[in-house]
């Protein structure tokens, strides 16, 4: 449908019907600021929400890193073994795929500040 067109040479009768579709712009702009609003609301909830999960994948990764088992005996079996190289091949996995996540974050980020968004 589209907005009514406004005509500056409407403005200098000021007749009802400009007025009318002068409050038409008015009310759509003001539908569009508060959806720019909670767009960047969200935006930033989200932001927060990433740097969260960014902590947690981080924590999980070291604890990955970290595990070591208690072998029973003096050798640590074949599948300990297995199992504590894999633990660290999927730690090593995890920061890089956070990484990459952080540089993405980071490129929107900047995007956004330049925009003035954030």
Do not use: W
Request: hydrophobic content about 40%; aromatic content about 8%; overall charge negative.
């Amino acid at each position: 449908m589209g907005l009514p067109t406004l005509e500056f040479s409407d403005s200098y009768l000021d007749s009802p019907d400009f007025r009318e579709r002068l409050q038409c712009h008015e009310i759509e702009l003001e539908r569009t600021n508060k959806f720019i609003k909670e767009l960047i609301k969200d935006g930033s909830l989200l932001i927060g929400a990433l740097r969260n999960l960014s902590m947690a994948v981080q924590k999980f990764s070291q604890s990955l890193q970290d595990f070591q088992f208690e072998c029973i005996g003096d050798a640590e079996t074949d599948d300990e073994i297995s199992i504590a190289q894999s633990l660290k091949e999927f730690a090593r996995l995890l920061i890089a795929v956070e990484e990459e996540r952080r540089r993405l974050r980071l490129k929107i980020l900047n995007r956004l500040l330049l925009r003035n968004l954030f």
